[in-house]
């Protein structure tokens, strides 16, 4: 059983013994768990208002998206909660409890199913990516450093109330069958096919960001290197970044449209993958790699079975 369905099976004196009219919220990342425990183990009187902070402990809260939801509660206990966690500085949405967990699945599911694939292929390989200098360098820092961010914290914050949402158990198969999909195309060298659809994904997703500045700078790429930087990188296939692309346009998702709720991670995760397609010559590079270059074909193999 997951941390998230525990929720819903808790017994305790506090439930009991909650005040009349008290309110009543959570911060958990996947709000249907977390209200049906409310709704099944509450007393009716007492008023709900969720709550959840779309960061991390170690981020700063002000400025970064706070999601309210007014669950069962008059408008004066809202407002009420609203003033007690105006001190964090947020910036407010309000949400229903299942909008946001359509809104989390599509910024956070599948980006930490990325990043968690990711380190499962590695930790495959024994390899410390930090170590190859394939993988330093540019947007590299970003896959390695938010690689490690993830696996740094609890296990259960990302496997068990993200990737466990309900909302999200399209976005992670869809995933994988991208990762599948487009893996199987450069092992058998279709460039055709696989440039068609990379390109297609591409305009579906970022045709409306053209003359917009991108989210992340060479500079910034660059800044947080955890190995030497070569004076000549070596070429990859960026098939985790190629995935998720596909993996939106396949889904209908503009991530841009969430950019009110999402994460500092996906934010990133958004920047790589924007670095990515909206430069040309860099696209045409990557796809070229994914059919005539082997360097990476046991590391994408080991991806692909993690993603799946």
């Known amino acids: 059983m997951s941390p998230s369905e525990r929720l819903t099976h808790f017994r305790t004196p506090q439930h009991l013994a909650t005040k009349q009219g008290a309110i009543v919220g959570g911060q958990t990342s996947c709000k249907a768990p977390e209200m049906a425990a409310f709704e099944k183990h509450l007393p009716p009187d007492v008023q709900i208002v969720s709550c959840h902070s779309l960061h991390g402990p ?13 669950h069962r509660a008059s408008q004066k206990s809202f407002d009420l ?17 299942l909008n946001h967990d359509r809104i989390t699945a599509d910024t956070q599911a599948v980006t930490h199913a990325a990043f968690l694939s990711m380190g499962t292929a590695w930790c495959a390989n024994n390899q410390f990516p930090w170590e190859h200098d394939r993988y330093v360098g540019g947007i590299e820092n970003v896959k390695t450093n938010l690689m490690l961010r993830i696996y740094s914290n609890k296990w259960h914050v990302y496997a068990g109330l993200a990737i466990l949402n309900p909302a999200a158990k399209l976005q992670i198969k869809q995933y994988a069958e991208s990762v599948t999909v ?8 279709n460039k055709v096919d696989l440039e068609k659809r990379v390109r297609t994904a591409g305009n579906a997703v970022f045709s409306g960001q053209k003359g917009a500045k991108l989210l992340l700078r060479d500079e ?15 070429p990859n296939n960026h098939l985790s970044l190629l995935a998720m692309v596909d993996c939106w346009w396949q889904l209908k998702i503009v991530p841009y449209d969430h950019m009110i709720c ?3 991670l996906f934010r990133l995760w958004l920047g790589v993958t924007e670095y990515l397609f909206r430069k040309p010559k860099f696209l045409e590079e990557v796809i070229d790699n994914a059919i005539h270059d082997n360097t990476f074909r046991s590391d994408d193999l080991e991806f692909t079975f993690a993603a799946r």
Do not use: H, W, Y
């Open 81 to 97: 909660v609203e003033r007690i966690l105006s001190c964090f500085g947020s910036t407010q949405v309000n949400l229903t409890a």
């Open 58 to 70: 170690r981020v700063d809260p002000k400025g970064q998206p706070l999601v309210l939801i007014k």
């Open 182 to 189: 487009l893996f199987k195309l450069m092992l058998a060298g």
């Open 262 to 264: 999402s994460t500092p």
């Open 220 to 234: 910034v790429l660059d800044r947080f290197s955890l190995g030497n930087v070569p004076t000549q990188r070596k």
